[in-house]
């Protein structure tokens, strides 16, 4: 692994480790994709009822992925520098902190949910539906929060095949138990959208138990679980942690926001965010990647190489979106009608996805930008351009936009996305200048 990182060249080595963890993670995302296309043909009222809850199922993964970012980023620094003795207590710890983030997560969310769907829905079928799932989602999230830190335990070893498979194999059981269990196949009772959960969480603890199992080839657990592990961990990973938290955060915002119009508008929203994985889930697998890369060179003083992991991860984020802005330009109402037959859902998605298209370049350079701050000890700057771009930008602009209609709120994402790049290039460019291990690492 060592001579890996070392020696392969950079676009190389991104391009060898980024397509298992991208389609790792579209598959992951087929979990939310599928639940939503079944839950749709079922009922109208569950579809949104799923929109208005995937801000919390990505908060669940913000706590869950972030954590185990903290973990993979510690395994790479101390192969990069040699130190192995520390990685049992680091495995141990992250192991336990899976638990800890389990109980502390399911505990508020379980008292919490019921006012969560009385404040962003109106319609008491969608409330409904939204606790239901919700309810089931948060109780059996164990094998979600424990097979997100074991994924990235092997990802720091450059084992990328194995999670795949294992996704591939929980979102299979998923979609096959899906229609199963929501409109009762088989001798099954028809069960809804509470069908579409359970089918969820046996998926994610399959892809658990498959995951676990191959971390015990890797590592020994004769380490101990110890506070100062404990602590680097959420400090390497608090910042991976608010990134995806804030994202939840502002979708919230915009919910509440649109509510104000339509519930129809929500529901758009919800479509979108299933729409655009297939063009930002790359870019989460890529982020996945050069985080390890960055670390394990910035650790090794292998600036050069830090450099180019940046520029070339970049290259490769915008390539992809570009593909998403033809794709959401050309083809927005065919798009939209993949979940949603309403004349009013799709014309207001048609113009939606066309605007929110022209977000998609500076967001990749944006998000490339925000790893690329981790891995080489800038998470402050991290925190700054996510706090800059989903609490200072994105909900309050789409609340002055709102005074001119509709069609104005979703000028929110592309004025959001431009000024917070402009805010990346002066901190690579400028403020970092001067510094002797400076962010440009000249």
Request: proline content about 3%.
């Amino acid at each position: 692994m060592v001579a890996f990182m070392e020696d392969t060249p950079i676009l190389k080595l991104l391009l060898k480790l980024s397509p298992p963890v991208m389609l790792a993670l579209l598959i992951q995302s087929v979990y939310n994709i599928v639940d939503s296309y079944f839950v749709a043909k079922f009922s109208g009222d569950g579809l949104t009822a799923l929109s208005i809850i995937y801000p919390i199922q990505l908060l669940m993964l913000a706590l869950a992925t972030g954590t185990g970012a903290g973990v993979n980023i510690l395994i790479s620094r101390m192969d990069g520098v040699g130190d192995t003795k520390s990685q049992n207590d680091v495995v141990k710890s992250g192991m336990f902190l899976g638990v800890v983030n389990f109980v502390v997560f399911v505990l508020f969310g379980l008292m919490s949910i019921k006012d969560y769907y009385n404040i962003s829905s109106n319609m008491e079928g969608v409330r409904k539906e939204g606790i239901m799932y919700g309810q089931i989602i948060l109780s059996f999230s164990f094998g979600m929060f424990l097979e997100a830190n074991c994924t990235k335990m092997l990802q720091a070893k450059g084992n990328m095949v194995v999670p795949t498979i294992a996704q591939i194999i929980g979102a299979v059981i998923n979609v096959i138990l899906d229609p199963i269990l929501i409109f009762g196949k088989f001798g099954f009772p028809q069960m809804g959208i509470k069908g579409a959960g359970i089918a969820t969480v046996i998926g994610q603890w399959v892809t658990m138990i498959i995951v676990l199992l191959n971390v015990l080839k890797y590592y020994k657990f004769k380490g101990s679980i110890d506070l100062k592990s404990c602590v680097k961990i959420y400090k390497f990973g608090v910042p991976s942690i608010i990134l995806q938290s804030l994202y939840t955060f502002y979708i919230v915002g915009l919910n509440l926001v649109l509510k104000l119009f339509t519930e129809d508008a929500v529901a758009v929203l919800g479509i979108y965010y299933k729409l655009q994985t297939f063009f930002f889930i790359p870019l989460t697998g890529l982020q996945q990647v050069i985080v390890p890369v960055v670390s394990y060179n910035y650790g090794a003083e292998k600036y050069k190489r830090v450099k180019q992991t940046l520029w070339y991860s970049v290259g490769i984020a915008c390539s992809v979106m570009f593909v998403g802005i033809i794709m959401f330009m050309v083809f927005p109402r065919e798009l939209i009608s993949i979940f949603s037959q309403q004349e009013n859902v799709l014309n207001i998605g048609s113009s939606a996805l066309r605007i929110i298209s022209t977000s998609f370049i500076p967001a990749g350079f944006v998000l490339m930008f925000i790893v690329y701050c981790q891995g080489v000890n800038r998470g402050g700057y991290s925190i700054l351009l996510t706090v800059l771009r989903q609490v200072i930008l994105f909900v309050p602009l789409a609340w002055l936009f709102h005074y001119k209609g509709l069609f104005y709120v979703w000028f929110t994402f592309p004025a959001t996305e431009i000024i917070t790049a402009l805010m990346s290039f002066y901190l690579y460019f400028v403020r970092e200048k001067r510094s002797k291990k400076s962010l440009t690492l000249q």
